[in-house]
């Protein structure tokens, strides 16, 4: 951990609770990354940081490459350029299980559940990361108490709320250090979304650093340390959420001066 | 949470970074070349062999084909061992997970005391 990097600001990366203590490296941090499709480039040097015990929100337009940067913190697609650090270490090109299984946690876009398999068999899969079914259900049902009774039901039948939840209990209960949610909203009602941020809220409390992809920003700015607007590929703000409500309109509807 | 932390501060610096899929990529490939390479080239030696007039040319020929075919199943054994490893991977899960779930049903089945009772009562009465 060299002090000339955990002392640069990378965009959000200063601590959220503000002590006096030397700041700690970021749990997840990502250093002029580049990422490309094939050949055509959608990150353009991103740099990004999760310190310990914060909630980070990046927001975004459609397009400005939240989800692509979601793809590189969780191992899904290799940078072209740039380097991925977690608690200091650079695991550039770490595959996603091996992310997940030191504790970097994705819970893509669009449920991350399996739908063919009912909420227990769902639940079932993290035991290949931590410990005992029962004992996981235990504890995932007591977090949902609305799964309990589905638990022999598909998930792919849960509405997109329960669905959510029962991603994020499979996420919780392998014990990760660092949660990445992309778009966590993404096609449920503003009442479940409300909901959904407050299990969040209750989850940052218990001290797990949490990176959350919105394009819905008021969803999330509530329960965010800090936030960075990503614009075009590129972090064009970063700051707390008070900063950054002025740039918030321009960057989703652009300015006079862009 | 400190403790979680540390215990992730020592995992990632012990994490090695696996260039896996890379490599399983490249074998894929060369299996498909293989493959597909082993059956033209032992068919072209193949259609050589029926022009030749020695025996010698003839038998090397057909060595060649024969070798060549054994490229391909080895190509299409590496082939489909790289493309369908993930698949694989998760189907053995599931089936893991089914015998798991059976067991557990078996286990939960004999467990139950009042099946039994009533299996030891109800069979005088039918034979009655």
């Known amino acids: 951990m060299e002090p000339s990097r955990r002392d640069r600001d990378v965009g959000v990366g200063l601590r959220a609770n503000g002590s006096d203590s030397p700041p700690a490296a970021p749990l997840l941090e990502l250093v002029g990354v580049r990422a490309a499709y094939g050949g055509i480039e959608v990150l353009h040097g991103v740099d990004l940081a999760v310190p310990q015990g914060a909630v980070v929100a990046l927001l975004g337009a459609n397009g400005a490459g939240k989800s692509t940067t979601v793809k590189v913190a969780a191992g899904l697609l290799p940078p072209t350029a740039g380097r991925v650090h977690v608690a200091g270490h650079d695991v550039t090109g770490a595959s996603s299980h091996d992310l997940a299984r030191i504790g970097v946690c994705t819970i893509p876009e669009g449920h991350g559940v399996f739908p063919n398999l009912t909420v227990r068999e769902n639940l079932w899969m993290a035991t290949q990361v931590s410990g005992r079914l029962d004992v996981l259900e235990d504890a995932a049902y007591a977090r949902f108490p609305l799964l309990g009774p589905r638990r ?53 409390q218990e001290g797990i650093s949490i990176l959350v992809v919105e394009q819905f920003a008021r969803a999330v700015l509530g329960i965010a340390d800090r936030a960075a607007i990503m614009v075009n590929g590129v972090v064009a703000h970063a700051g707390t959420p008070a900063e950054l409500q002025s740039e918030l309109s321009s960057a989703y509807l652009g300015s006079d001066n862009e | 949470m400190s403790e979680r932390i540390a215990r992730l501060e020592r995992e990632a610096a012990n994490l090695k970074v696996s260039t896996s899929a890379k490599r399983d990529g490249i074998l894929q490939a060369v299996g498909a070349v293989a493959m597909v390479a082993g059956v033209v080239i032992a068919f072209v030696a193949y259609q050589l062999s029926l022009d030749k007039s020695d025996d010698r040319d003839i038998q090397s020929l057909v060595i060649l084909a024969v070798s060549m075919l054994g490229l391909s199943v080895t190509g299409a054994a590496v082939f489909l061992r790289y493309s369908l490893a993930r698949f694989l991977r998760f189907w053995l899960l599931r089936q893991l997970y089914e015998g798991q779930a059976h067991l557990d049903r078996l286990v939960g089945a004999l467990g139950q005391p009042n099946s039994s009772d009533e299996h030891e009562v109800a069979e005088p009465e039918a034979s009655r």
């Open chain 1, 152 to 204: 022999h039901q598909l998930a792919g039948s849960l509405s997109g709320g329960e669905q959510q939840m029962l991603a994020l209990s499979r996420a919780l209960v392998t014990d990760p250090a660092v949660l990445v949610l992309d778009e966590l909203s993404m096609g449920l009602a503003p009442i479940v979304v409300q909901q959904l941020y407050e299990i969040v809220a209750q989850v940052a």
